[in-house]
Structures are given as C-alpha cells and as structure tokens.
C-alpha cells in the first residue's frame, strides 16, 4: 500500500472541491452531480498512476458499485456501496441508484468535499445526518482471505460480536459462516 498511499497523497494535494452545478427541480436544491465529482478527482488521480473503475458486483443477492482505486504498480484501495432503488425491478430506478452508488462512493474514497443538499431531503424513510451517510458508504467489503478477515476470525473466536464486526465491514453469509466456524 505504499505506492498507492503515496500517489494518492499527491493527488488529493492538488484535487479541489466539486462544483454544485446540478439542479433537483423536486427539492430545488443544486449538488455536485457524478461528473463533477469525476472532474475534481481524476485528473490528479490519473497524473499520478491511478485508474478509477467502479463495476456492480453482487452479494449474497445484494447488488453493490464496488469502487476501486488501481494503482500502476499493482496495489489498489477498494470499497463497496450497495446500490439503493426505491422500486425494484425498474431500470430508471437501478440506474439512478447505481449514479448515487458511484457518486457517493467515489466522493468518500477519494475525499473530494461537496455536500449534497438533497440527499437528506430524499430519504423517505428516515433523515440521515451527513455522518451517517458517509459510514454508510465506508464499508467496505469484508473478503477472506485477508488480514482483516484474520483479525475479524481472532476476535470473533475469542467471544467477539458479530455485530462488532458488521458496523465496520459489509459482511456476506459466506464470509460470515466462515468467521464463525471452528
């Protein structure tokens, strides 16, 4: 991780904020859209050595922009956002989720600031403080093998919680089965 961490270093010493340049007629409320979030990171990231590419995996039936910072020497950062849609089986709706998935996951990765005011307004459920969606959206997937699974097992085996272990890590049944077994 030292090539990346220091190319990344580099490159985040020369990114600035994204521009709130987009509109939500609904709210009417302006925010930094995925391009803007793109033109304040990538081209620092890429005179460095780093590729951005965000594909859509799935887990345990769960679909998820997976983020990942690819350095020219190999070693990369990832992380995991799980892609929200309010009607399913809608590609309007996957396509909007799989934007603010790629938007917010990029934005919290890479540390560009720009807030988005509709995102608090949009929520239907609950209001969600900008805290609590940047958590959200900082898990990062729990993969075996690796030292985080290890240390996750260890602390598991010695009477560890579960739950200790899911606020800081989006954790599959398979991985989950594997940190409680014997």
Request: glycine content about 6%; proline content about 3%.
């Amino acid at each position: 991780m030292k090539l990346i961490a220091t190319a990344l270093l580099a490159a985040q010493k020369e990114m600035g904020n994204a521009t709130k340049d987009s509109t939500n007629p609904f709210f009417k409320s302006k925010y930094a859209d995925l391009n803007a979030i793109r033109e304040a990171c990538m081209p620092s990231l890429n005179k460095y050595g780093i590729v951005v590419l965000q594909p859509i995996v799935n887990l345990d039936g769960k679909n998820f922009v997976q983020t990942l910072l690819l350095h020219e020497s190999g070693e990369q950062i990832t992380s995991l956002t799980e892609i929200v849609c309010n009607k399913p089986n809608d590609a309007q709706s996957f396509g909007s989720g799989v934007t603010y998935a790629r938007r917010y996951s990029l934005q919290s990765l890479v540390n560009v600031g720009a807030e988005d005011d509709d995102g608090n307004k949009a929520s239907t459920q609950e209001t969600k403080t900008p805290t609590q969606l940047l958590e959200s959206v900082r898990k990062i997937a729990l993969n075996h093998p690796s030292i985080q699974f290890d240390k996750a097992k260890k602390y598991i085996s010695e009477g560890g919680d579960m739950a200790d272990i899911e606020k800081k890590y989006i954790v599959t049944e398979s991985v989950k089965k594997l940190l409680i077994s014997k």
